[in-house]
């Protein structure tokens, strides 16, 4: 294809997601309470009340929730969408390996983020609010400041927890080593301590809740590599 023709396809695929996105965000304002309600729970059950500063700020709120909501929702589309472009560029035989591992992606996607949501979240929030109160102050929590917490936390382990599938499919495919990645350990610890600290809320504790997982689990990518390579090995010296 000319480059016309790619930036033509590019369009169109990008306004068929900002589609999806508009109506994904749509229907989840139509459901704004229910969400509110559920990702409150945490706090609620801590004996919290959630505070806004304006009679207006509950639309921002609303509206915040909503948006990530919908973007959440909208991932598995544009994942399809770039899938869509780069498969006519892709051997068969890579066509078909990503066939599998596209679908698995969207599960370890929605596996870290139960994981951040089910056991990270409820209990880093218990450690804040105890060490708080022990100090004897009181907690005036914004809405809009607990749910931009609840987003750094769980949104990250999202897409940390894919991290060694896609270790797995360049391995497989060639593209990286357990060498190659233990020589970069360095700074791709580097790389994950600023990430973990540009997304996370700005506290220590919620720094090290992000950046330590995501070092495991880039331990675990190594590990990964490092059977893909020998496997790949073994296969070399059976045809040999």
Request: glycine share 10%; net charge positive; charged share 10%.
């Amino acid at each position: 294809m000319e480059y016309r023709q790619h930036w033509l396809e590019i369009r169109r695929r990008a306004l068929r997601v900002l589609l999806v996105l508009a109506l994904a965000f749509v229907l989840c304002l139509a459901y704004d309470s229910k969400i509110y309600h559920y990702l409150a729970q945490p706090a609620v059950s801590l004996g919290l009340q959630l505070m806004v500063f304006g009679p207006g700020e509950i639309v921002t709120v609303l509206f915040t929730l909503a948006g990530w909501m919908a973007f959440g929702l909208t991932l598995p589309y544009l994942a399809y969408e770039l899938w869509q472009f780069v498969a006519p560029g892709l051997y068969a035989k890579e066509r078909q390996f990503m066939r599998i591992f596209m679908p698995l992606g969207g599960l370890f996607f929605l596996g870290g983020l139960c994981f951040s949501w089910y056991l990270i979240f409820p209990r880093l929030l218990l450690f804040l609010v105890t060490l708080t109160r022990r100090e004897g102050l009181g907690i005036l929590l914004q809405a809009h400041t607990y749910f931009s917490f609840l987003v750094g936390i769980c949104l990250p382990f999202g897409f940390a927890f894919e991290g060694p599938m896609v270790i797995f499919v360049l391995a497989k495919l060639g593209v990286v080593t357990s060498s190659g990645l233990r020589q970069i350990r360095k700074y791709a610890y580097l790389a994950i301590v600023i990430i973990g600290v540009l997304i996370s809320p700005p506290e220590l504790v919620s720094h090290l809740s992000v950046t330590v997982p995501m070092m495991i689990l880039y331990e675990v990518g190594v590990g990964v590599a490092t059977i893909v390579g020998r496997r790949q090995m073994s296969n070399q010296e059976a045809a040999g």
